[in-house]
């Protein structure tokens, strides 16, 4: 299993002050500047570690928008600057209770849910979910590649036809309208996973040969999309007949990535019940996050999570065609 570094905090340390950082705006404030910055704020416009605090002439505490100057660049900005947070006006310490309960929950956390527990409005909330999905996010290009033993598999998400598909004769097979998900599972180690458009030979192909290592040993279903590409991977590639009902071979299962994904469905049918095939992706990015962070407590995987915020922004303008790269 990957370490993650940059969680310098212990459980303790951390879980303490989040209670305090999910009720105060200021220490919800000075705790999410701790994540970030660990003790050496700096400019998030031109770098320079040159700043200090904006404070109040007569009473000497801090300004309350909780400014920092540069002294570099000559201007001001806050923790917010550059990260999910930038140019939202939900307070700090909503944001820190919703990261607390994302990182938190083994199935995740409904927007609805954190409506309920903070009183924002469920646009709110559901704006802000959305965020904390792609801060948890790992971008593909960076991503190290998978090695040792990887299985892969694929799975289908989605609810059961509408009654009213049944009466205009629109089904025409079992998973009509469901949604095509890959997962790719190193043992004792991390998950990639991806929407899919379709299960093709050509997909699989690029998927894997993308984020697997060629040295590694490819272990599938009898799957016909996995064939030709696992005779290019080194390792070798071993197959379990499902088809024939044999799930078990010595040490050639899937098991590993079967777990997977029955976390995932469990949380998509006990948590958030229904998800838009658009929005797919933002919840299979949660549930890596918190599957690749496994080997680290709530408070260190919270604090891990707002740190990977950090440089990313998601605006309304997001394109409704998601690339693959985007995933």
């Known amino acids: 299993m990957a370490k993650h570094r940059g969680v310098a905090q212990d459980k303790s340390e951390i879980v303490a002050k989040l209670p305090a950082a999910c009720t105060d705006e200021r220490k919800a404030v000075e705790f999410v500047e701790e994540q970030r910055w660990n003790g050496k704020p700096e400019c998030p416009l031109c770098g320079s570690a040159d700043v200090y605090q904006m404070r109040d002439s007569k009473t000497g505490q801090r ?75 790992d971008d593909v ?44 599972v190193q043992r004792g180690g991390e998950v990639r996973t991806l929407p899919l458009t379709r299960v093709g030979g050509s997909e699989i192909k690029g998927i894997l040969l993308e984020r697997v290592d060629p040295s590694a040993r490819l272990v599938t279903d009898d799957e016909w999309a996995y064939r030709k590409v696992g005779r290019m991977f080194e390792g070798g590639h071993d197959r379990i007949r499902h088809s024939r009902h044999v799930y078990v071979r010595g040490d050639v299962y899937t098991n590993t990535v079967e777990g997977f994904f029955s976390i995932f469905k469990r949380g998509i049918n006990g948590v958030y019940h229904s998800v838009s095939k658009r929005h797919l992706h933002r919840y299979l990015a949660e549930f890596e996050f918190r599957y690749n962070a496994r080997g680290i407590d709530d408070g260190a995987r919270t604090a891990l999570a707002i740190k990977k915020a950090e440089g990313k922004r998601l605006t309304y303008r997001e394109p409704t065609a998601i690339p693959r790269k985007d995933v």
């Open 141 to 184: 290009e960076t991503q190290p590649k998978l090695t040792g033993t990887v299985e892969a598999d694929e799975t289908y998400v989605g609810g059961k036809p509408r009654h009213s598909d049944y009466v205009r004769g629109l089904v025409q097979e079992k998973r009509k309208n469901k949604s095509v998900v890959m997962a790719m």
């Open 63 to 137: 300004s309350t928008r909780f400014l920092w100057v540069c002294r570099g660049c000559g201007k001001q900005f806050t923790v917010r600057k550059g990260t999910v947070f930038e140019d939202s006006r939900i307070p700090l310490k909503h944001w820190c209770f919703a990261f607390w309960s994302a990182c938190s929950s083994k199935k995740g956390v409904s927007a609805l849910q954190i409506k309920r527990e903070t009183g924002l409005s469920y646009k709110s909330a559901l704006f802000l979910m959305h965020r904390i999905r792609f801060a948890m996010a």
